[in-house]
């Protein structure tokens, strides 16, 4: 009667199971389907993500709106309380202030501060290549888009063409910031040389 040979201690193991010569180095978990498989930074200093800084855009928006209808509403009523039909005057210095008070607060706030108060509601600050604040110049190069607001100086059809160019960069920034996980940056932050990260 002949003896069966020896049984492999491999057989009868389940796939996965611990080998009996030792662990087999493992490759780890493969990253899902369209992420890269290096890690995102996070925390402080790390890019600032799409739609915290388009809540902060809201914040800002309202602040600056405010204070230019406030302007808008005491210009206009002095034109009507003088009788004047200096309708068009009016639009042309509404306009025009409208785009200095907002160009103003963006770079006055992201130079000194580093933030405007929609960022520090949202934890985010500006800073310029050397990752301090950025310059007077950097903060105004990265929200010069603002000024396509001056369109609505020309009668009839300027308010649309502003309007328009303004939504255009808008979109344009959200897709470049959407398409850049590495640094979530906008053509105005390029622009610029500037990074919005977290605080």
Known sequence: MTTPPPEDPQYGQEFGAQSP???QPGYGQPPAYGQSAAPQQTGPGAPGELWPRFGARIIDAIIVGVVNAIIAIVLGAGAFATGSSAGYAVTFIVTVIGVVIGLGYFAV???QQGRTVGKM?????????????????QAIKR????????????????????????LVSAIL?????NNDPATRRGWHDKFADCRVVKA
Do not use: D
């Not at 509601?121 to 110049?137: F, S």
């Not at 920034?173 to 910031?177: H, L, S």
């Open 21 to 23: 010569y030792g662990q």
């Open 109 to 111: 706030m992201e130079s």
């Open 121 to 137: 509601a949202v934890g985010l600050k500006v800073v310029g290549p050397q990752g301090g604040n950025p310059t007077i110049e």
């Open 143 to 166: 929200n010069i888009f603002l000024a396509f607001s001056l369109a609505g100086i020309v009668p009839i059809i300027g308010s649309l063409v502003g309007g328009l160019a303004g």
């Open 173 to 177: 920034i959200a897709v470049a910031i």
